[in-house]
């Protein structure tokens, strides 16, 4: 049975039971931490430990990518439509998690904890203030850096100005290399510590601060010099992974439902068990009345053409050993594209407690009479995301309570990472050697030895190479927004396009397969077999005889002949706004440049 660490639920009771008094007219608020007892006893600091766990750490991003070009969504940064008023806030919650970290910082050798345990939460508490540091100077470049609890009132405190963006970033590599130091290999309780912070995860993650740090949107000239160190920093912990046990997971479509510790592909986790569960299975599974499902992570037609063929080349390239064909466009691509889509009438059991009937089959067109399904919430690509969804979950409650681990950082993702900056220091050898090594687990062609990667790439060609396979690689992982913003992408590839999908409908073929001459509805004509079997969609003629496919935006939700509004993502949002409410709370906060008022510039 899967374990979380630690419950935070029973720490937290305890310190509750600890602090109460005899006295009923004592109205001490319970939550009223008390050094003297938590400090002493390290299961108490260990329970103040999991609640910081519990709001820092990263989960399924189940609407995230819709920031990018590979969901459909509405997203006022796609729009320029974001303000000052806090649409983007990570501001004030991330404070109020640095404070409690800074507590356990300052006080957690103040007590009579074994040294050896003082370490480690030390190491794990410095992880997770560099995390939240990082994530902060990622959107909005230099914040205050809030180091110490003191005496002052938490309004004091934070009333301090912005530092410079280069005095963050020496700070939070100062916190990862002080964790690193302290933090070990594995936990010695594999089953119950499982999920928590390891010196290979701060490795990774410093590793992700000084690539982004080296990319244009820290660096838009791109004459700072920085990638060497994030070349050195991937480097030491790709060799942490190897020397640990550590690589791709045999599968790619079958790593996330390896919970044990012995997961190699799993560097950075989230643990899902018990009370603390998830919705994504209910999030992306098609929507049917009773089996919760919400058609989140839409896949874009962008997304589906970015798929290469099976032996690695683009659906465009006239040397591919296989054939595109738009209709069966799900035919002979690189096996990522059925492990994360799924398209009209594919094979999908979900949702059916007995699989291999004609109902595990998945249907994606629009004005369709299927029993208990809202045709408005059919997908508006034509497409579900598929990836990481655990079939075996039924739907309705279950689905809600979702227990399925989060991933954060995978070996994958150390690779990719690698790959990107030895490319950009002149080793583009390297890179292929990374790619060749993704692109062979994923099960794509080997073909003169390269996976479909062309063969001498330049640096320009190859940086192309890497950010298209870390699209597909990474899809729905909430890292293709990040990614474009890092490298000043979203403008160059997106302004003034619209995001495209399919609209599938049914023809009067369809209405005519009932050999009785009555009309069936969907749902009959399917559960008939009609569909299933006698009739083989992977052939496009006879695709086309039952389903008509256009191409259309999805940037209005449900118009078929308007575009809508185009993509307008603005210079400004490479670093957004500080929230107005958090400028109100601290006079000595400088509002970021290019926003109104603003002064402050976040490339110092």
């Known amino acids: 049975m899967k374990t979380k660490y630690i419950s935070t639920l029973v720490m937290i009771t305890a310190l509750f039971l600890v602090q109460c008094s005899n006295d009923p007219l004592d109205k001490r608020p319970l939550g009223a931490i008390s050094p003297e007892v938590v400090w002493n006893d390290v299961n108490l600091a260990k329970g103040f430990l999991n609640q910081i766990y519990d ?33 983007i806030d990570n501001y004030s919650p991330s404070y109020a998690i640095i404070k409690d970290i800074n507590i356990l910082l300052e006080n957690v050798g ?15 508490a410095l992880f997770f203030r560099a995390r939240l540091y990082f994530e902060l100077v990622s959107l909005y470049g230099g914040v205050p850096l809030v180091l110490t609890v003191g005496d002052k009132s938490d309004i004091e405190v934070l009333q301090v100005p912005r530092n410079k963006t280069s005095e963050c970033i020496t700070q939070i590599i ?48 791109q004459d700072k010099g920085r990638w060497q160190a994030a070349y050195d920093a991937n480097k030491e912990a790709k060799d942490w992974a190897d020397a640990n046990g550590k690589g791709l997971h045999s599968s790619y479509s079958q790593l996330w439902f390896d919970e ?46 970015a798929y290469p063929m099976k032996d690695g080349k683009a659906i465009t390239d006239a040397t591919s050993a296989y054939t ?6 799900w035919l002979n691509r690189d096996p990522r594209f059925a492990a994360t889509i799924a398209w009209n009438g594919v094979n999908w059991p979900l949702n059916n407690p007995e699989p291999n009937t004609t109902s595990d089959l998945n249907w994606s067109f629009q004005e369709n009479a299927i029993e208990s399904q809202a045709n408005d919430r059919v997908t508006k690509t034509g497409f579900y995301c598929r990836k990481a969804v655990d079939a075996s979950v039924e739907g309705g409650a279950a689905s809600l309570a979702g227990t399925t681990d989060w991933i954060s950082i995978r070996y994958a993702e150390v690779l990719l990472n690698l790959a990107e900056a030895a ?18 687990r994923a099960g794509i062609d080997v073909g003169g030895g390269q996976y479909g990667l062309a063969a001498g790439m330049d640096k320009d060609q190859m940086r192309d190479a890497v950010m298209l396979e870390r699209r597909l690689e990474l899809v729905f992982e909430g890292k293709r927004s990040s990614d474009l913003r890092r490298r000043r992408l979203y403008g160059a590839l997106l302004n003034g396009t619209h995001r495209k999908g399919y609209r599938v409908t049914r023809t009067a073929a369809f209405d005519a397969l009932d050999p009785s001459g009555e009309i069936l509805d969907d749902r009959k004509a399917l559960e008939a077999g009609v ?6 969609l992977d052939d496009p003629t006879v ?27 603005l210079d400004i949002y490479y670093f957004y706004a500080i929230p107005q409410d958090d400028m109100g709370k601290n006079p000595a906060l400088e509002q970021t440049v290019g926003w109104p008022g603003g002064n402050f510039d976040p490339l110092q």
Request: aromatic share 8%.
């Open 174 to 221: 100062a916190d990862l290399d002080e964790a690193i130091s302290l933090l070990p290999d594995s936990y010695e309780n594999a089953g119950s510590d499982y999920g928590r912070i390891t010196k290979g995860a701060a490795l990774a993650y410093k590793g992700k601060v000084l690539l982004h740090y080296a990319s244009e949107q820290f660096d838009p000239a």
């Open 324 to 329: 595109y064909n738009s209709t069966t466009l």
């Open 55 to 87: 709001r820092a750490l990263p989960s399924w991003p189940v609407v995230a990518s819709q920031q990018s070009d590979d969901a459909e969504g509405v997203n006022p940064v796609m729009y320029g439509e974001v303000s000052t008023d806090g649409s």
């Open 423 to 440: 490319n950009e220091i002149g080793n583009t050898a390297e890179a292929y050697t990374m790619l060749s090594q993704i692109r062979q």
């Open 110 to 124: 103040t007590g009579e904890i074994e040294v050896g345990e003082q370490n480690l939460m030390k190491g794990q």
């Open 543 to 569: 695709y086309n005889t039952y389903f008509l496919t256009e191409e259309r935006s999805v940037e209005e939700m449900g118009n078929v002949t308007d575009d809508g509004k185009a993509i307008n993502f």
């Open 260 to 305: 044990s510790d012995a997961n190699p592909e799993a560097i950075m986790i989230k643990r899902f068990a018990g009370d603390e569960t998830h919705v994504r299975e209910a999030g992306c599974r098609p929507f049917i009345v009773g089996t919760n499902g919400e058609s989140f992570d839409r896949p874009t037609k962008s997304l589906v053409d």
């Open 531 to 536: 569909l299933s079997g006698s009739i083989d």
